[in-house]
């Protein structure tokens, strides 16, 4: 008689995934399989069902990054168990204008 053993799992790894629109933030946690790519585990998130800015189209080319450091080849770059992707919206305006235009409606200090 032959014993029958269950095919051993794929480890899966808990990572988080964040966005934020103009007027709207999400994080998810999520469990991965090892090996996944940074933008299959931003995909396979569903951040796309929590927020209104985002398209499928969008997720195939959004800038993506691991703690705040810009990730290069989010295609190939497989994520770690912990890391919390992040997606990168355009700037919408000059962060040197803005700070100029705060530091004009400040009062002078006398």
């Given at each position: 008689m032959t014993m029958r053993t269950a095919e051993p799992t794929s480890p899966m790894l808990a990572i988080e995934v964040a966005?934020?629109?103009?007027?709207?933030?999400?994080?998810?946690?999520?469990?991965?399989?090892?090996?996944?790519?940074?933008?299959?585990?931003?995909?396979?998130?569903?951040?796309?069902?929590?927020?209104?800015?985002?398209?499928?189209d969008d997720l195939a080319s959004v800038?993506?990054?691991?703690?705040?450091?810009?990730?290069?080849d989010p295609d190939t770059q497989q994520v770690q168990h912990g890391d919390r992707i992040e997606g990168y919206r355009p700037i919408t305006c000059d962060p040197k204008q803005m700070r100029r235009m705060r530091a004009a409606q400040r009062p002078l200090r006398q």
């Open positions: 966005y934020a629109s103009e007027t709207e933030q999400v994080l998810l946690r999520c469990k991965v399989p090892v090996g996944t790519t940074v933008r299959q585990a931003f995909v396979q998130s569903g951040i796309d069902r929590h927020m209104e800015a985002l398209t499928l800038p993506l990054g691991i703690f705040s450091r810009p990730v290069h």
